[in-house]
């Protein structure tokens, strides 16, 4: 059973930080590019970053370069979001899953991230 879920979110001022954790399991881990999404309240879900063993890592969002940094942990089939001066505009559910999408990819409650001005 393929599970990604999203965790680290919280309620950071403007200038903060935090961390965000995707733990997988259910399929091998090293072999997979594992994404970072965001939905912002009343628009689409958007690509943040990716990283693979084979792929390296890319950032989808220039407004993220510089201040995320997406990372893994093979030994704990985890992905993480480094996320450094945070602005209100980076509010948004944060979320995790393959790259590309599995067919009928779920994708969970995601963790919520809100940056106060």
């Known amino acids: 059973d393929v599970q990604l879920q999203a965790c680290g979110g919280g309620l950071v001022q403007a200038g903060g930080f935090l961390r965000l954790s995707c733990r997988t399991s259910?399929?091998?881990?090293?072999?997979?590019?594992i994404g970072w999404f965001r939905q912002i309240p009343g628009k689409e879900r958007e690509g943040v970053a990716c990283?693979?063993?084979?792929?390296?890592?890319?950032y989808s969002l220039e407004s993220v370069k510089g201040r995320f940094t997406i990372s893994k942990d093979n030994a704990k089939n985890t992905v993480y979001l480094q996320m450094n001066s945070l602005k209100p505009e980076d509010t948004a559910v944060y979320y995790c899953?393959?790259?590309?999408?599995?067919?009928?990819?779920?994708w969970g409650q995601g963790t919520l991230v809100t940056v106060s001005s």
């Open positions: 259910g399929f091998p881990f090293h072999e997979y590019i």
């Open positions: 899953n393959n790259v590309p999408l599995r067919p009928n990819a779920y």
């Open positions: 990283i693979g063993d084979r792929y390296g890592s890319s």
